[in-house]
């Protein structure tokens, strides 16, 4: 059993950057692969970026590359969300979640585990 619990939103402007964490409990933290979805209002909840058990393999959905970067802390716990170039459409709850696979999937029935998310809203 995995625990996830999401911080570090907030109300930034556009261009400003955010670092999202994700603490996780349980001892096979590191077994996990970790993603992050984000769910804007009235649309589907989707992929944004994962990072494999070792950390040394990441993906990210088109529209973040180059400008989101998901990692692993040193201590494997912990799993963070760099945004930097915040746009408004980037505006959503982010959800931390967690997959049982050795890597990252953008398919989001892969993700048993899920915490209650964090809001992140981008002003124009």
């Known amino acids: 059993q995995v625990q996830l619990v999401e911080s570090g939103g907030g109300l930034v402007q556009a261009g400003d950057s955010l670092r999202l964490s994700c603490a996780a409990s349980?001892?096979?933290?590191?077994?996990?692969?970790m993603a992050w979805f984000r769910q804007a209002p009235g649309k589907e909840r989707e992929f944004v970026a994962g990072?494999?058990?070792?950390?040394?393999?990441?993906r990210y959905a088109e529209s973040v590359k180059d400008r989101f970067t998901i990692s692993r802390g040193s201590a494997k716990n912990t799993v963070y969300l760099q945004m930097n170039s915040l746009k408004p459409e980037d505006t959503a709850v982010y959800h931390c979640?967690?997959?049982?696979?050795?890597?990252?999937?953008?398919?989001?029935?892969?993700?048993?585990?899920w915490g209650q998310g964090t809001q992140v809203t981008v002003s124009s």
């Open positions: 990072v494999s058990t070792s950390g040394g393999s990441t």
């Open positions: 349980g001892r096979t933290f590191s077994t996990y692969a």
């Open positions: 979640a967690a997959s049982r696979n050795t890597l990252a999937t953008t398919n989001i029935n892969a993700y048993p585990y």
